[in-house]
């Protein structure tokens, strides 16, 4: 009978590095299993230096949506990380996502507001970026992703990419490296790895590298 395993193919990429960031979206099918494991074996044959950044309580404005409160969203999202990491065997360099929230965050989740109140180009980026991720969900659960409820979910999309950007900030100024990741959310941040802003230095290396998956099937002998 056969079975299937995959191989990582890269679609595009803004530049080369010795380190590889890979940036999870905890909950996402194609980060468990099989297309993880051929992630990982991609990345470390490729890198000298595997960094893993799990967005798992980002997930947390997701779960908001839903009914959750803030607190509650929190705490089942940094249990389903804690269920990611021990699922899929996960070691090595391995930063999460509160990892990056401690002192001095407000101030540059400040700065990051301040920007996306002044720099037309990178809000309308933003806007249409949730405006694309609120038109995916209302296509694939129209009853939870009701026309009613658009505004909030744009709302909450925004202020979800509005702390992505906040923490990549952090986390790229202290990681220098190429970021991988399945589609093409990462091309938002690539237009600062030529001018970034003096108080967000970190957005200069949003490299990214975009990958996708080709399965592979074999014949098990008996």
């Given at each position: 009978m056969p079975s299937f395993n995959y191989e990582v193919k890269i679609k595009e990429k803004s530049a080369d590095s010795d380190t590889g960031r890979l940036l999870?979206?905890?909950?996402?099918?194609y980060h468990e299993g099989e297309k993880m494991k051929a992630t990982l074996g991609f990345a470390n044959r490729?890198?000298?230096?595997?960094?893993?950044?799990?967005?798992?309580?980002?997930?947390r404005f997701n779960l908001i949506y839903e009914g959750c409160t803030e607190e509650e969203a929190h705490r089942i999202s940094r249990h389903r990380g804690d269920e990611w990491?021990?699922?899929?065997?996960?070691?090595?360099?391995?930063?999460?996502?509160?990892?990056?929230?401690?002192?001095?965050?407000a101030e540059v989740q400040d700065r990051v507001n301040n920007l996306y109140r002044k720099n037309s180009s990178?809000?309308?980026?933003?806007?249409?970026?949730?405006?694309?991720?609120?038109?995916?969900?209302?296509?694939?659960n129209p009853d939870l992703y009701s026309p009613e409820r658009k505004n909030e979910a744009v709302t909450l999309s925004i202020d979800y990419i509005l702390e992505?950007?906040?923490?990549?900030?952090?986390?790229?100024?202290?990681?220098?490296?190429?970021?991988?990741?399945?589609?093409t959310?990462?091309?938002m941040w690539s237009a600062f790895t030529q001018e970034a802003p003096e108080d967000l230095p970190g957005l200069k290396?949003?490299?990214?590298?975009?990958?996708?998956?080709?399965?592979?099937?074999?014949?098990?002998q008996a």
């Open positions: 999870i979206s905890v909950g996402q099918p490729r890198f000298d230096r595997v960094v893993i950044l799990a967005n798992d309580t980002l997930q990491l021990e699922r899929n065997n996960i070691a090595g360099e391995v930063y999460r996502w509160d990892d990056w929230k401690g002192p001095g965050f990178f809000r309308k980026e933003v806007i249409e970026t949730a405006e694309k991720v609120w038109s995916r969900c209302h296509k694939n992505e950007t906040a923490v990549l900030s952090r986390a790229y100024e202290k990681i220098p490296g190429v970021s991988i990741y399945k589609g959310f990462l091309k290396n949003a490299h990214f590298m975009r990958i996708d998956f080709s399965r592979k099937q074999h014949v098990l």
